[in-house]
């Protein structure tokens, strides 16, 4: 039976880590929450609970490979801390990952919000990833921990490690997106504008794909907040 090792790389979440764990409440589960240094409450927040709570540097990519460094199961589920997942996804997961062709894979998005701007946002974020199978980070990815080493896990760059992460691992194998969905909070989008922030995702995701550098992307990302 496969079981599945959930990363969560944190920074300061105290606001919504401690509703985060209780959904992950699943006895197939082994939770390691990863804390770039957080300054609030949320190293303490998590000790409340059955997750193993791992220091680390910050930065994403970093947090998350520390993170697997530490888990044991056979596959690893990468999910931002304002991310959640019902019971059923996790089944669904687990009986996609069943076939050996599926190397990997992530859910689609929904934003918790009643927002109709949101929901186009959630729509078009799902169908990039199914027509063109770039899933962004916030949607959980998942991945064979077989597949996780062999190439070397996530870069360690300043933006951009989901999608890079995901171009690699697409040329080992098959990856998948599931219909079921992981739940985010409306946040980034209330505080930044859901057009604003839209818009500057497809313009980075573009100069990306186009080959730009992470680091002149993350340069230029910083400038326009």
Request: glycine fraction near 8%; include cysteine; hydrophobic fraction near 40%.
């Amino acid at each position: 039976m496969l079981r599945v090792s959930v990363i969560m790389p944190v920074l300061n979440e105290e606001g919504i880590i401690e509703d985060t764990i209780r959904s992950l409440n699943d006895p197939r589960l082994e939770l390691i929450v990863v804390d770039g240094g957080s300054r609030d409450k949320t190293a303490s927040i998590v000790s409340r609970y059955k997750a193993r709570l791992i220091p680390s540097m910050p930065g994403r990519g970093r947090q998350m490979n520390h993170g697997a460094r530490y888990s044991t199961r056979d596959i690893l589920l990468f999910l931002h801390g304002d991310a959640k997942i019902t019971e059923k996804g996790i089944d669904a997961m687990l009986k996609a990952m069943e076939d050996p062709l599926i190397i990997g894979g992530a859910f689609r998005l929904a934003i918790d919000s009643r927002s109709p701007c949101l929901f186009f946002v959630a729509f078009w974020a799902n169908m990039r990833s199914i027509i063109f199978g770039l899933p962004y980070g916030d949607q959980g990815i998942f991945v064979r921990r077989s597949a996780f080493e062999e190439i070397g896990g996530y870069q360690d760059v300043p933006i951009m490690e989901d999608l890079e992460f995901i171009r690699r691992l697409k040329r080992r194998g098959k990856i998948t997106i599931m219909r079921e969905s992981v739940s985010v909070s409306s946040r980034r989008w209330d505080k930044e504008g859901p057009i604003y922030t839209t818009l500057r995702n497809l313009i980075l995701t573009a100069f990306f794909l186009l080959g730009v550098s992470p680091k002149k992307l993350y340069k230029w990302y910083k400038n326009i907040r």
